[in-house]
């Protein structure tokens, strides 16, 4: 695919799931209508069932209450959808973006430059700029560490060089997986001590 392709697919998306997005946003609200209708129409049934047949209470409740439930599940299923969709849409922008050298959105690593490291302040690796903002796409501080520390070392292993390339190659043709992997680094709200936490209890 050409650079131009490339960028139409990224803008076509971003229009395609903000579409998706915004159809979801009105059932949504919708939904959640019916759901409080649904809830005032149980309370009332059951406030009808004390005062002339406390025979059918039991069923009322229980059925009103699995409904309920359900009612929720599906509202939290659409919720996570739009999670979805929202992360969706920021990725198809930024990297529209990015197709015009605008890389502003990403971070830049600046926390990482070290002026006495051998090679990675002259090549300005790191900060406004830098290489790592051009291929930062890491969505956890894991990632962020272990990219910065893959390009401030000096791979000497041609079978290990020969291996990241491969894998570069291979990841480059799932578009679609790559973005979905993405999104699940996105929407998870990681703390700076989850993972020394989980070191510390697995240890």
């Not at 695919?1 to 979801?24: F, G, H, P």
């Not at 971070?107 to 490291?117: L, R």
């Not at 930062?136 to 560490?145: L, P, V, W």
Request: aromatic fraction near 14%; charge should be neutral.
């Amino acid at each position: 695919m050409t650079q131009e392709e490339i960028k139409l697919k990224y803008n076509q998306l971003e229009k395609e799931y903000s579409a998706e997005r915004d159809v979801l946003i009105t059932k949504i609200k919708k939904y959640g209508l019916f759901r409080i209708l649904f809830f005032l129409a149980w309370i009332v049934a059951i406030f009808i069932c004390t005062s002339y047949s406390w025979a059918v209470l039991g069923p009322v409740l229980v059925g009103g209450a699995i409904a309920f439930a359900i009612l929720i599940r599906i509202h939290s299923r659409f919720h996570k959808r739009k999670e979805v969709l929202d992360q969706l849409v920021k990725i198809n922008n930024q990297e529209g973006k990015s197709m015009d050298w605008d890389f502003s959105d990403y971070e830049d690593g600046s926390e990482y430059v070290k002026e006495d490291h051998l090679f990675s302040y002259d090549l300005d690796l790191f900060g406004q700029g830098g290489l790592f903002q051009y291929i930062n796409r890491s969505a956890t501080t894991t990632g962020k560490d272990r990219l910065a520390a893959d390009l401030s070392f000096i791979e000497k292993s041609k079978s290990k060089i020969v291996n990241n390339q491969d894998a570069i190659k291979e990841l480059a043709s799932l578009f679609e997986w790559r973005q979905n992997f993405r999104v699940k680094g996105m929407m998870v709200e990681e703390q700076s001590d989850d993972i020394p936490g989980l070191k510390n209890w697995i240890y």
